[in-house]
């Protein structure tokens, strides 16, 4: 039994889940009450004390403290079982930065960004970080743009659908209106927080369905699924799927006819979670942004394309009238009144900082050339994968620098789970999924190249990815044994 997979048993087991299937994210975890207990965590006798035993519980604390370099060092060999960040091609979230952000980090890792009168120049590079991001998403100087730091997209998602809610609801009682039906319309490929946004604040989620001819929302299917009851209609720019940007401007147009034919006025937020950071710098021509009236606020990640370690997000309304002000709430008690808006409350301000470092340190050409670097090499992996034979491209990269792609229909006993174990066996991390409802009887692989993914790296990706579809090929006809490579010393 491989280590990969000795880990994913005890997980399981340690879990509940089903040994040997897939292993996601666990954010709750189970209290061990059984054999397990006793676990004991190993390390070097040469770090224990003398007389001491060089082991300590796993589930309890230890009665006693150690030195701290042993503690270093305990803590240290564990996480080498962890892979390697910047072979993960699975995570749109930054895993490298420059030495002199790393220590500015460091330099901020104790400041909390809620006590803003305790650390006022920090409040002061968040709110430069909020004007250059309401800049760069064309927010008109007449209309005045607010927003706020968070600890990441999903959180800002949050707060953008409470700000529609809110407002629909406002509407509605000035009409005399039942408010007890909200709904908010978005394509079936949304990120689960906009599910979980809507569960946790009693929304309808309308979840429009994707085919093979279109992957995301549609003008269209957005109209279709709005009624008087919708608080609003969610854009993704660069869908987690397979990267594509949704039609925001097609989808303005759609619901300002609908306004036209029915009085139904429905706010659009777009989740620019990744390509809010990608495209202002690589497709300026594009119109998604506050130069779309009808787009009220939007999200993005400083900890994906931002280029910032997580986590830190940010959100932008057009105006102070998109953000209801009974949301907002004013602390007096860390030593001056500041107006706050968040589902959390202490979170650090390092990441902040780092946001800050980033703008100016590259400025605009030098987001340009990150991001054109990475949409390059990713165009140009999606065609060097399209010519291995064996996979049929399901985008391309010229979207998110990010594309996605499947088993081509005449290949069989071959699956995309298979692919992605082989290439775990390398060191590679590809995520091998199905599509959204409509189209999840589709798998698919999914590269994502960040900022660090160089030409270099995504040739040594191809050479792997050919190894791993030869030997599969070789395994599919009965023959994979005699062509292993042993071991030499």
Known sequence: MGAHQRGTDRRAALYGERAGGSVGPMPLHGHVHDERADDVVSFRPQFADSGETADLPRFRLPDQGMAPDTAYQVVHDELMLDGNARLNLATFVTTWMEPQARTLLDECADKNMVDKDEYPQTAELEMRCVNMLADLWSASEAERATGTSTTGSSEACMLGGMALKWRWRDRRRKAGA?????????????????????????????????????????????????????????????????????????????LDDLQARTGIDVPMHVDGASGAFVAPFLDPDLVWDFRVPRVQSINASGHKYGLVYPGVGWVVWRDREALPEDLVFDVDYLGGSMPT???????????????????????????????????????????????????????????????????????????????????????????AYKMPPDQDHVGVLRIVVRNGMSRNLAELLVADLRTVVEGLERRQAGSATPHRQGFHH
């Open 341 to 431: 808006f968040g589902l959390n409350f202490s979170r650090p301000g390092a990441q902040i900082v780092a946001q800050y470092y980033n703008f100016i340190r590259l400025g605009f050409d030098g987001y340009v050339r990150v991001q054109q670097a990475c949409r390059d090499t990713a165009m140009w992996l999606a065609q060097e994968v399209a010519g291995l034979g064996p996979f049929s491209l399901v985008s391309d990269g010229s979207a998110l620098p990010v594309f996605a792609f499947r088993m081509r229909d005449d290949t069989s006993g071959i699956t995309v789970f298979d692919v992605s174990d082989g290439l775990r066996f390398h060191g590679w991390q590809v995520p």
């Open 178 to 254: 039942s408010t007890d039906r909200p709904n908010l319309v978005m394509g079936a490929n949304v990120q689960v927080c906009w599910e979980k946004f809507c569960r946790y604040w009693d929304v309808e989620a309308r979840l429009v369905p994707v085919s093979a001819d279109c992957s995301h929302l549609s003008a269209e299917g957005a109209v279709a699924h709005c009624d008087e009851n919708t608080i609003g209609v969610v854009a993704v720019l660069g869908s987690t799927f397979d990267g594509a940007f949704e039609p925001v401007a097609e989808i303005a147009a759609a």
